[in-house]
């Protein structure tokens, strides 16, 4: 596991079921269910097997679970291998894996406000176990 939960303020667990608005200053991981509103100035995780029905507004979010709902990320948005977003992305800079998936409109661009410009902001990481392709020549 990459993500260490000393470098979490709140967590909630695997086996907890949490309904309603949480704010916090500092970073979040989320690894069981959430219904409602997430707003942080630092960093939320939706963790691998997590589910979240809610619209999240944090500095920095980190999907590997599922999300039902619209994300804004001030700073930047990582949907890892796992990542599932039903919903609109408003984001700074974004990173998707492959396998990765996203429903909805994307704007990315600098300060959130997906200027519409052309930008290399947007990055495409290939899946850990996914084989380098070979060319025929």
């Not at 920095?60 to 930047?76: H, K, S, T």
């Not at 984001?91 to 998707?96: G, I, L, P, V």
């Not at 290399?120 to 070979?134: D, G, L, M, N, Y």
């Amino acid at each position: 596991m990459a993500e260490s939960s000393q470098e979490y303020g709140t967590v909630i667990g695997s086996d907890a079921k949490f309904k309603g608005d949480l704010t916090f200053d500092s970073a979040a991981n989320v690894l069981g269910q959430f219904e409602g509103s997430i707003n942080s100035k630092g960093k939320v995780h939706i963790a691998d097997g997590s589910a979240c029905k809610a619209t999240i507004s944090a500095k920095e979010v980190a999907v590997a679970g599922r999300i039902e709902g619209n994300v804004q990320a001030g700073d930047r948005i990582e949907l890892k291998p796992t990542g599932i977003v039903n919903g609109d992305i408003i984001a700074s800079r974004m990173t998707m894996s492959e396998g990765a998936s996203i429903n909805g409109h994307c704007q990315i661009g600098p300060n959130g406000q997906g200027t519409g410009k052309a930008t290399s902001t947007t990055e495409t990481k290939p899946a850990a176990a996914a084989q380098p392709v070979k060319s025929r020549t």
